[in-house]
């Protein structure tokens, strides 16, 4: 008894000790939880997000084939696009020698026939002023006043006035480019001078009209023999007076104020003017008819017009 009761006296001070030497069962067997540290989180992250690859290395082969492919791409692209812009540029080209073509064809016509009314015009003042000189001015013949109409008073039925508007329009728009004949192009430049010395020439053949043959025509020339020529009839002068010299008709006409008539100053107006005609005819107007058919003829070979 004093055992058992010594016994329970030492339980009861030392209860820690007792558990501890005596676990219950049920409590040995406690889980713990599975710790994870850092470093193992960063590895299992690494091998999930960024897997390990295994890159084979190419054979040189296979790199210059990758390279030429590259290389021949990008020059059909080129060749391409400069196909494109010189099949772009053809096209214009051939447009403005068709327009260039057609204005300088309708001048080359126009120009023959000034050219022809001139050398008829020279005939006509050939005749006035023999009969100025040879005969006594009272009783004129049929033909006079056709012929010093044509002399003395139509003076745009006789001027040529070149066009140049497609020309001007290619040289300001920097469009001469396109033609790619050097010859071509220097052609054009002659033809600029030409036509500028043309338009130089119909100025000086002006002047000369306004001063002195248009106070020699109000003075002396009767233009009521002009108004019955031209009664009923709105067709030009020119042909007015081809009409009438083939015609049986005659219009009576004088010379006014011909007691102040002098036949050598009136012979002397009439050849300088015809001098200054000739002029014009053999140098400005035939330096551009030949300039105009030689540019015809370079387009005509080497466009299709």
């Known amino acids: 008894m004093e055992e058992i009761n010594d016994l329970r006296d030492d339980t009861l001070e030392n209860p820690v000790n007792n558990k501890s030497e ?24 690494e091998v999930h997000h960024h897997p390990h690859l295994k890159h084979n290395s190419k054979a040189w082969k296979e790199y210059l084939l990758e390279g030429l492919m590259i290389f021949l791409a990008v020059m059909l692209g080129f060749f391409a696009e400069n196909l494109r812009e010189n099949i772009g540029e053809s096209h214009r080209e ?26 008829e015009k020279e005939v006509d003042m050939d005749y006035l002023n023999s009969y100025i000189r040879d005969s006594s001015l009272t009783n004129l013949p049929k033909n006079f006043y056709p012929a010093f109409t044509t002399s003395l008073y139509l003076f745009n039925t006789y001027t040529f006035e070149p066009k140049d508007g497609i020309l001007n329009q290619l040289k300001n ?26 338009r130089s020439r119909n100025e000086q053949e002006y002047q000369y009209f306004a001063s002195p043959l248009k106070p020699f025509l109000l003075k002396y020339f009767d233009f009521s023999w002009l108004d019955q020529l031209r009664k009923n009839d709105n067709s030009p002068a020119i042909d007015l007076i081809n009409a009438y010299r083939k015609s049986n008709n005659f219009y009576q006409s004088k010379i006014l104020n011909l007691a102040l008539f002098n036949k050598e100053e009136a012979s002397n107006t009439i050849l300088f003017f015809k001098q200054m005609l000739i002029s014009t005819r053999t140098l400005q107007l035939q330096s551009y008819i030949v300039t105009n058919h030689r540019i015809l003829d370079e387009l005509r070979k080497t466009y299709i017009l």
Do not use: H, W
Request: negative net charge; hydrophobic residues 40%; contains cysteine.
């Open 22 to 45: 005596n676990p219950p069962a049920e409590k040995s067997a406690v889980i713990q939880p599975d710790t994870i540290s850092p470093n193992q989180e960063i590895e299992n992250m």
């Open 94 to 119: 051939q447009e403005f020698a068709k327009a260039l073509y057609k204005e300088l064809l309708d001048d080359s016509t126009v120009a023959a026939t000034k050219l022809q009314l001139r050398l």
């Open 173 to 198: 728009s920097g469009s001469l480019r396109y033609f790619k004949s050097i010859g071509l192009q220097k052609l054009l430049g002659d033809i600029s001078v030409c036509i500028n010395n043309m």
